[in-house]
């Protein structure tokens, strides 16, 4: 094995954008990819961080259900250096919105009451994941480095990775600096 | 005694004046202090700490936005413990309501963002908030108001918008309610901003440092770097207000206040947010009744007909708006006197009361001054801006008069309340004047005086349409009374220089110059051939034989003359669509289809009336 970073990545409750603006960093990602080594992402076969860990884990969306908190458990327990990426992980996010609202009139709003919806109810399977408030990453685990930005720019993500590929704490300022 | 203060500020020998703060020392030297509830022109609170700053020999960081100077001062604006408490402020003001920036109206990226909160969280590097506010909390919205929307969850308690209502509107309806995270901005005894005695100038929009108050016309239509502000002058009425209008991509998104001129970046409801309402469907070309309905015609053969038509009247009659330019109102004037030599012109409204009572007064005098007389007239209807301004010298202190048969919003805080009749009188029956010699009842004119005698700087404001026996009784009044005339009708001032007044008018062809304006439910002089001149479609151009269409307010350039007598600058804002022609085009045009021309030396001589 080289001395390359090891990465494993993950999204909680998040829309995806930010792994899709991980992506946007085209031709770069394979600079990028002769000083990190990609262990798992969600957008790629393995799905999940290897249990010897990593140097780094980034994951994506707010801890909002039992299952997002354990994925976010397992991947600060696997990781050295835990990136919250986006504003979801970073500030709550868009799905911090239901906070205002009852977990049980957020769940009749959305499974019953919606328009489109005829003769719904609220799934109650023992099996499925028991809703949380939504919370920003750092309330549930402990955060090393912040990426806000909704999503952040590819630039912000590969000046971020490329500077804890080279074991520096990447300090956002400037237009790596966007929460917009 | 010497005024000059030195201090040394970043180790930088800076010179200020005696009783300038830390701030605005700093701020006359070039050095930048970041500040969110300080704003130049309200008075210094220090509720932010944001500004806070080492001075050598004071015990933790000052304020520097209220902290006065003294010779030989040491301040530090920029250490690593000034720049760790900013970030903790600005850590403590994220963390207390809903500043979640995507869903805000002011955000941006870096420097194009609206909120003063944002950049300063951008350039003080926070990357994460650390005390999360989890948005448990739902704070409320009040749209009760018409134009403009307050977010509590936005609110940084700054009191910016508390200190505009009473320092520059001096309506007074803002506060505070409550205490410590419990406190909110709230209007009256905690009435919804609609239902409260807020009068909707919108000046605590225009300082608010977040999103926290945004104007439902402009709001998301793009953010500061992305549109033109232009300085311009506002046509509603006679006070011709400074305004920065702001456009893009020909379109106009808002108007501000002008922080320069005279009204101090105070607007009324109807100068900042009635202009941008939808208007009735625009005039684009010239249209000609035809069957029984409008049809669309050139200008050249609309020109000809309607040139043809005033050849063979026997008399033209025309009506002009007050809210034209003066250029536009001289090509009228000019048109009917020499190239139809018809006297019967008219003022669609307006009012000039005689201008020679004494010395003239600006709207700064009235805002300096220490006793305001009002008699007759109603700014609170007619000129809103002076108004406020009138209430800003009350809050300052000064004494007010009024003589009026009108109840006007000033009322209560008259200390001398008078009918006009009470002025008057004195030239009434012998009766009256034989009670006046045993001081049964001292003249109007004669309380007056009384009233104004000890002060040092009074202003007399006076309305329209009162007797020849007021006007003159008011010309006896002490030397230092200056004199404000309430104009009615934006540049009715304007217009009377060129002779122009409001008067029915008939003729058996009638030539109506509206402009914007549109007319106020009054009928549309008879007469047998009727051309109207209008932006927008009204009851009028759909009586007229022939519509040519006109540019808007914003489309005008030009000059002004508002009730002080300054020739204030109309600035064109937006481009007029294709088909539309200016005013003194149309006038030129149409004279030299009759045969004559305006002649441009006389025109020159009545547009730059001074």
Redesign the interface.
């Known amino acids: 094995m080289s001395n390359k970073a090891t990465i494993a990545s993950d999204w909680l409750a998040g829309c995806a954008g930010c792994h899709m603006s991980l992506l946007d960093m085209d031709e770069r990602l394979v600079t990028l990819l002769e000083h990190v080594s990609l262990q798992a992402t969600p957008i790629t076969d393995l799905k999940h961080p290897p249990a010897a860990g990593v140097d780094v884990g980034i994951l994506e969306g707010c801890v909002n259900n039992s299952a997002t908190e354990r994925v976010a458990r397992q991947m600060r327990a696997r990781s050295k250096v835990l990136v919250?990426l986006g504003?979801c992980a970073?500030?709550?996010?868009?799905p911090?919105?239901r906070?205002?609202v009852c977990l049980r009139a957020a769940l009749r709003r959305a499974y019953v009451e919606t328009e489109s919806t005829a003769e719904g109810h609220v799934p109650g399977d023992p099996e499925l994941a028991t809703m949380q408030?939504a919370?920003?990453l750092?309330?549930v685990v402990k955060?090393d480095v912040?990426?806000?930005g909704?999503p952040p720019s590819a630039d912000t993500i590969v000046y971020a990775l490329t500077e804890l590929a080279a074991g520096r704490k990447p300090?956002?300022?400037?237009?790596h600096?966007?929460?917009? | 005694m010497n005024d000059t203060v030195h201090l040394t500020i970043n180790g930088r020998a800076v010179q200020a004046r005696t009783g300038q703060t830390v701030y605005e020392a700093a701020a006359g030297a070039g050095i930048r202090i970041p500040v969110l509830c300080h704003h130049p022109r309200l008075t210094p609170h220090g509720a932010c700490r944001i500004c806070l700053v080492e001075i050598e020999k004071q015990r933790g960081l000052q304020p520097a936005c209220t902290f006065p100077i003294n010779e030989g001062m040491v301040v530090q604006t920029d250490t690593p413990a000034v720049r760790a408490s900013r970030q903790t402020s600005l850590h403590l003001i994220f963390s207390e309501r809903t500043h979640?920036?995507?869903f805000c109206p002011a955000?941006?990226?870096?420097e194009t963002?609206d909120c003063e909160l944002?950049k300063l969280?951008?350039e003080y590097?926070?990357?994460?908030?650390s005390y999360?506010p989890?948005?448990?909390?739902?704070w409320p919205v009040d749209a009760s108001r018409r134009f403009f929307v307050m977010d509590h969850g936005r609110c940084i308690l700054c009191r910016r918008c508390v200190r505009a209502c009473d320092e520059i509107a001096a309506n007074h309806t803002l506060g505070l309610t409550h205490r410590g995270a419990r406190a909110m901005i709230c209007a009256d005894d905690e009435a919804p901003f609609g239902a409260s005695t807020c009068v909707s100038c919108g000046t605590c929009l225009q300082v608010c440092p977040t999103g926290a108050l945004h104007d439902r016309q402009s709001v998301y239509l793009g953010n500061e770097a992305r549109v033109t502000r232009t300085a311009a002058t506002c046509l509603g009425c006679a006070v011709g207000c400074g305004i920065q209008a702001i456009t893009r991509d020909d379109h106009l998104l808002r108007v501000e206040g002008d922080w320069q001129t005279p009204n101090g970046g105070l607007l009324c409801a109807a100068g900042r947010f009635e202009v941008l309402e939808p208007k009735p469907a625009r005039i684009l070309r010239p249209l000609v009744q035809q069957n029984g309905q409008k049809t669309e015609m050139d200008w050249d053969e609309a020109l000809t007909r309607i040139a043809e038509k005033f050849s063979a009247a026997h008399l033209v009659a025309g009506v002009v708006s007050p809210r034209l330019t003066t250029e536009s109102l001289a090509a009228f004037a000019c048109f009917f006197h020499d190239v139809l030599e018809s006297s019967e012109v008219g003022l669609l409204e307006g009012d000039v009361p005689p201008l020679d009572l004494g010395a003239p007064a600006t709207l700064r005098d009235v805002v300096d001054s220490d006793c305001i007389a009002l008699i007759g007239g109603n700014p609170g209807r007619h000129q809103k801006v002076l108004h406020h301004l009138i209430r800003r010298a009350l809050d300052r202190g000064a004494r007010l008069l009024i003589i009026n048969d009108e109840t006007t919003a000033l009322d209560p805080w008259a200390e001398l309340h008078l009918d006009l009749e009470d002025i008057s009188f004195h030239a009434a029956s012998p009766f009256e004047r034989l009670k006046t010699t045993y001081h049964l009842r001292v003249s109007g004119v004669q309380q007056l005086r009384k009233a104004i005698g000890p002060a040092r700087r009074p202003v007399l404001l006076y309305g329209t349409g009162l007797s020849s026996t007021v006007y003159a009784a008011l010309r006896s009044l002490p030397d230092t009374t200056r004199y404000l005339p309430l104009v009615n009708g934006a540049n009715a001032l304007g217009a009377a220089r060129l002779g122009l007044e409001a008067r029915p008018v008939r003729g058996d062809a009638l030539y109506v110059l509206l402009g914007d304006d549109a007319p106020d439910g009054q009928p549309l002089p008879q007469s047998q051939f009727t051309v109207v001149q209008a932006a927008c479609r009204s009851a009028w151009t759909d009586a007229a034989d022939v519509v040519l269409p006109s540019p808007t307010w914003a489309e005008q350039r030009g000059h002004f003359i508002n009730l002080e007598g300054r020739r204030l600058p109309v600035v064109p804002l937006l481009a007029p669509p294709p088909f539309v022609r200016d005013h003194w085009e149309t006038f030129s045009t149409l004279a030299q289809r009759m045969g004559e021309s305006l002649p441009p030396e006389a025109l020159a001589q009545l547009a730059g009336v001074e």
Not at chain 1, 177 to 180: E, R
Not at chain 2, 107 to 110: E, K, L, Q
Not at chain 2, 125 to 129: A, E, R, V
Request: proline residues 2%.
């Open positions: 919250a504003d970073v500030f709550g996010g868009v911090t919105l906070n205002g408030d919370r920003a750092d309330q955060v912040y990426v806000p909704c300090v956002l300022t400037g237009k600096l966007d929460w917009h | 979640y920036c995507m955000s941006g990226s870096g963002s944002q969280g951008y590097g926070l990357d994460c908030w999360q989890n948005y448990k909390k739902q």
